[in-house]
């Protein structure tokens, strides 16, 4: 991969945890030569909805990253809405290159309907918020998209919620939905789409 297609990845975790979460991927992508970014956002057990979580990430790359610069973003399970909605209804569009989500309820999760706070509504199947994002996600292929599920999933139920029609996708049969962020075949699809050559993972809406 030439130097110039490397960019700052920003990893955007998941409801009820911090960037901690991320330690062994993030120690993974360091060795390897990638500069990794997180951020902790607050507040995370379903209270904020999906759209005022992704505030925190746009604020977090404009005061972190300089301006119209490029940046790799990654988003597991509630944080891979968070980070779909700061891409195509905050601008992220412009900035973000190479997009990975992880387990991810595209089309929602049953347990979403456990609580009544604003996030869990958010992540409800066939929810406003996300009626409202599968409208265009065709715009996803812009960039380089790439969706890393299991079909194992218990967390993601359906756990083939996970899948998009764009972009490439990634089937890691890791046995729970925690274990995504532990699996070695994870660590090495999130690499090699991360050093993918800009373009390469783009299909025709």
């Known amino acids: 991969m030439d130097h110039h297609d490397r960019h700052p990845v920003l ?10 979460t991320f330690r062994r991927m993030s120690r ?12 902790d956002l607050t507040p995370n057990d379903g209270r904020a909805g999906i759209d005022l979580l992704a505030g925190q990430v ?13 940046v790799d973003l990654l988003g597991f399970s509630m944080g891979g809405l968070v980070t779909r909605y700061y891409v195509q209804r905050l601008g992220g569009i412009e900035r973000v290159r190479r997009f990975i ?16 706070l604003p996030g869990y509504l ?31 999933d218990l967390m993601i139920s359906p756990p083939v919620s996970s899948r998009l029609p764009v972009g490439d996708e990634v089937l890691v049969a890791a046995p729970l939905h925690a274990l995504m962020l532990e699996d070695p075949r994870s660590f090495k699809a ?3 789409a991360l050093s993918a050559p800009l373009g390469a993972t783009r299909r025709a809406e």
Do not use: Q
């Open 11 to 20: 990893l955007v975790h998941g409801i009820w945890k911090t960037h901690a």
């Open 122 to 152: 958010h992540m409800r199947p066939d929810s406003a918020l996300l009626r409202d994002l599968n409208s265009d996600v065709g715009m996803l292929a812009r960039l380089d998209f790439t969706s890393i599920w299991t079909p194992l």
């Open 58 to 70: 746009a604020a977090y790359v404009d005061a972190t990253f300089p301006a119209g610069s490029p």
């Open 28 to 39: 993974h992508l360091t060795e390897r030569g990638f500069d990794v970014h997180g951020l």
């Open 190 to 192: 999130v690499a090699a």
């Open 101 to 116: 989500t992880i387990s991810a309820p595209h089309h929602g999760t049953r347990w979403a309907r456990l609580r009544d």
